[in-house]
């Protein structure tokens, strides 16, 4: 069967099915594949491919296969598509950043900035940090960023802490 796409899109879902040796028919599970390969593909400049993008690219794709394949409109509202397309701009295609771990280097600055400061702020959490970094797991000083997850049980607050 001979179907006529606009460029990009010929280049990118009939080059997919192709590559991939996948039937033309854009069934739920095609269409997610196609986005899960999309989100890490680069476009001309370099940069990762836009969730916007790929969400033109499957509506055009759509409009243009509907002709030949009738349920494709169905396939690109189907929750795998739907749940695929928002997983990939959770990601939007960048690297996760983690932070670096807190180190000796660290708390000899800390030492240096706050250590001659009277603020029991400053000094609490100077030994918060020298506390965590000699004995506590990390997990056990975050605070979810959801209020209704914190538990104030787990929690040292400032009220707790006897003034000396």
């Known amino acids: 069967m001979s179907i006529a796409l606009t460029p990009c899109q ?18 739920p599970d095609t269409l997610s594949l ?7 593909q680069t476009g001309p400049l370099g940069q990762l491919i836009s969730i916007q993008t ?3 690219y499957l ?8 002709p030949y394949f009738p349920n494709v409109s ?11 397309l928002c997983g990939s701009e959770k990601t939007d295609g960048q690297p996760f950043m983690q932070k670096l771990p807190l180190n000796d280097t660290h ?4 030492i240096d900035k706050l250590g ?8 609490l959490f100077l030994s918060i940090c020298f506390t965590a970094y000699h004995g506590f797991h990390l997990g056990e000083l975050n605070v979810p960023d959801n209020p209704s997850k914190l538990n104030v049980h787990n929690s040292l607050l400032d009220g707790q ?4």
Do not use: W
């Not at 010929?10 to 069934?27: G, M, V």
């Not at 196609?34 to 890490?40: G, H, K, L, P, R």
């Not at 055009?60 to 296969?65: K, R």
């Open 34 to 40: 196609f986005i899960a390969y999309m989100a890490c």
């Open 59 to 66: 509506l055009g794709i759509s409009h243009h296969l509907q």
């Open 107 to 110: 708390l000899h600055r800390l």
């Open 54 to 56: 790929i969400n033109s």
């Open 116 to 123: 001659s400061s009277n603020s029991y702020n400053d000094l």
């Open 74 to 84: 169905e396939a690109r509202r189907h929750p795998l598509v739907v749940d695929t």
């Open 10 to 27: 010929s280049n990118s879902y009939l080059a997919f099915c192709k590559h991939h040796s996948f039937d033309l028919n854009p069934t």
């Open 161 to 164: 802490i006897p003034h000396l």
